[in-house]
Every structure is written in structure tokens, then in C-alpha cells.
């Protein structure tokens, strides 16, 4: 069973230009949370998805940031117009449901190195 | 807003010593406390603590959770190189749609020196 899978895993970007990362749960997990690491700080959460919703995006910022989990396919964090602040590691999170299960760990996967010049 | 505050920051050991890490929290609708090792990539889980005074223990590290004094307590004895790295506590909470995030503290870097 592998575990979650995130790609790219280092990303370059240019201010200015479009930042898709991506995050394919483990096998039977229909939860996926995003967390941003910057440098010297701890994780911080950004969004909480299952797959078509939007459950919590209370640690996402008000523009520039979306993220999606369609039916098919992984979940997407996108960032437009990426500015130097944006420079971080983006962990994706998944977990199986239903979210009141008391065993209900997060596994994360290795994370995208995001830089922007 | 829930609150999670790791001491040390820091800490530099030798092998063989042990240590202990502490998590601290405040929050309003408390499910569970989780302690994760991060080395440079994906933290990996340890444990999972819902219940005061049960001390959970995998091998060489060990943890216990005080929910009337919101802190939890991490052990690792025997201390060797291949501890090294960031030691992450996190706050689960149980209200409304926040049940699913983490709130984590900022870690405590440790470095097993041989």
C-alpha cells in the first residue's frame, strides 16, 4: 500500500507565475488536508477536503490560494501569482474516514519544496 | 485559537543520554494530542494521546498526556544517532468543522551527538 504521494517534489517558479501541486492520498483515504511549512516554523494547516468538498479552508489565504479533490483524480493546491513569501514546503496530509473515528491518524506525505525567485 | 508551545526550541545530546520533550496547549474542544518525528521529509506519526495518565510507549520513546494540566511529555532513553531530528506535537480539536486540522507547535529540534 503506498503511502501518500505528492509531485512534484521541488518546484521552481518565477514571481508571477502559476504553482500546481499535487497529492494523491493513500489507497482508501477520502480525506486530505494541505499544511504550509515555512522556513524555521512549524507546520501550519491550510485546508481540509474530501473529495468534491471543502470541509475547513480556515488557513488558507483570502486570494491567491485554491485547492480542489475531485471525484477522480489527486488533490490540487494552487497558488496563482506566486510571490517570494510563497517560498515554502507544502505537506499534504490524508486520513481514512469517517472523521469522528477516535484512531483517526494524518499521513503525510514528503512534501513539495516550493521556491520562488 | 487553539495553541500548541514546544520547549526546548532545541537540545543537543550524546548517545545513551535520555530526554524528555515537552508540549504545552491551550484549546477549547480538545479531541487528541500527536507527536511526530520529521527528518528532512514527510513527518512520520508516533503517537496518538486522548486519555490522561496512560502512557503510551513504542520501543525506546514513551509519552504521556496531562489533560488536567494541558501538557503532554515525550521520552526517548537510550539516545542514539538516529534520533535526530524535528520532534512535532499537535492539537487535535473536536468542534465544528476544525475536527479534521492539526494545530502543531514549532518542534523541538534534537541532535544526538555519538
Known amino acids: 500500500n503506498a503511502g501518500v504521494m505528492q509531485n512534484p517534489r521541488h518546484l521552481v517558479r518565477r514571481r508571477g507565475q502559476e504553482a500546481r501541486l499535487r497529492c494523491s492520498p493513500m489507497?482508501?483515504?477520502?480525506?486530505v488536508y494541505w499544511y504550509r511549512q515555512l522556513p524555521e516554523e512549524g507546520l501550519k494547516f491550510m485546508v481540509y477536503l474530501q473529495k468534491e468538498n471543502i470541509i475547513d479552508e480556515s488557513g488558507m489565504p483570502k486570494e491567491r490560494f485554491s485547492a480542489e479533490f475531485p471525484k477522480e483524480g489527486p488533490s490540487i493546491l494552487r497558488i496563482q501569482q506566486v510571490v517570494r513569501g510563497d517560498s515554502a514546503a507544502y505537506f499534504c496530509?490524508?486520513?481514512?474516514?469517517?472523521?469522528?473515528?477516535?484512531?483517526?491518524?494524518?499521513?503525510f506525505g514528503p512534501g513539495t519544496r516550493l521556491t520562488v525567485l | 485559537e487553539d495553541k500548541v508551545v514546544q520547549s526546548p526550541l532545541s537540545l543537543v545530546v550524546h548517545e545513551g543520554d535520555t530526554v524528555t520533550l515537552n508540549c504545552s496547549y491551550e484549546?477549547?474542544?480538545?479531541?487528541?494530542l500527536l507527536w511526530y518525528k520529521q527528518e528532512k521529509k514527510a513527518p512520520t506519526f508516533l503517537f496518538m494521546l486522548?486519555?490522561?495518565?496512560i502512557e503510551k510507549k513504542s520501543g525506546r520513546l514513551s509519552s504521556i498526556l496531562d489533560k488536567k494540566e494541558l501538557f503532554s511529555i515525550l521520552n526517548i532513553t537510550a539516545t542514539q544517532t538516529g534520533d535526530s531530528a524535528v520532534y512535532l506535537c499537535a492539537l487535535r480539536n473536536a468542534g465544528g468543522t476544525s475536527y479534521g486540522k492539526l494545530t502543531f507547535g514549532q518542534g523541538t529540534i534534537l541532535t544526538v551527538h555519538p
Open positions: 489507497k482508501g483515504h477520502s480525506h
Open positions: 486522548t486519555s490522561s495518565g
Open positions: 484549546v477549547t474542544n480538545f479531541r487528541s
Open positions: 496530509a490524508s486520513s481514512p474516514g469517517p472523521w469522528d473515528r477516535l484512531n483517526n491518524e494524518q499521513f
